[in-house]
T-cell receptor
């Protein structure tokens, strides 16, 4: 089983739609969780950290379910500019600042 | 502005040559990392360093070497022993365990 698993997509959604991505992780001792965004042929950029209580940043909401070992990202009112690959990222050990990246879920927002 | 700089952006080398990729940060981060990304694949950890003069192998260290003589700098050498070096190389830094990484803009290495 991979340490971090994501549906590769692509998710094709119309502008204005709400879309959700899930990600599962294998190590129950994982401590830190993040969502990154990666545009084509660019570096990943931190979108948001994921906290146990959940967190929201504008149109983006991240949730963590430790019991089921999954993380979710919800994007409301999708924009064309949201088209990118979204990477689920986990610190599997909690003892070193070494992150494990999922392979990403590709989102394409269309007119 | 603080950030992390990788150079060059594109690099072409002949097979059998060693090549060194530069990574410099002025964020005062202790930890630095090197990842490799192949088309359609996730990031794979090559080496990481949590403090000056110390570094550890990641998941795919064979054929690579690093040094960490200064806090700001973490160069990666791709040696001729690396069997398939053509890839997108990303350097990152982090202030600590609870924080995410800041990435450089990457170096695309092509072996011709």
């Amino acid at each position: 089983r991979k340490e971090v698993e994501q549906d590769p997509g692509p998710f094709n959604v119309p502008e204005g739609a709400t879309v959700a991505f899930n990600c599962t992780y294998s190590n129950s001792a994982s401590q830190s969780f993040f969502w990154y965004r990666q545009d084509c042929r660019k570096e990943p950029k931190l979108l948001m950290s994921v906290y146990s209580s959940g967190n929201e940043d504008g149109r983006f909401t991240a949730q963590l379910n430790r019991a089921s070992q999954y993380i979710s990202l919800l994007i409301r009112d999708s924009k064309l500019s949201d088209s990118a690959t979204y990477l689920c990222v986990v610190n599997p050990t909690g003892t070193a600042s070494k992150l494990t990246f999922g392979t990403g879920t590709r989102l394409q927002v269309t007119l | 502005d603080g950030g992390i700089t990788q150079s060059p952006k594109y690099l072409f080398r002949k097979e059998g040559q060693n090549v060194t990729l530069s990574c410099e940060q002025n964020l005062n981060h202790d930890a630095m990392y090197w990842y490799r990304q192949d088309p359609g694949q996730g990031l794979r950890l090559i080496y990481y360093s949590q403090i000056v003069n110390d570094f550890q192998k990641g998941d795919i260290a064979e054929g690579y070497s690093v040094s960490r003589e200064k806090k700001e700098s973490f160069p990666l050498t791709v040696t001729s022993a690396q069997k398939n070096p053509t890839a997108f190389y990303l350097c990152a830094s982090s202030p600590g365990q609870r924080y995410g990484y800041t990435f450089g803009s990457g170096t695309r290495l092509t072996i011709v």
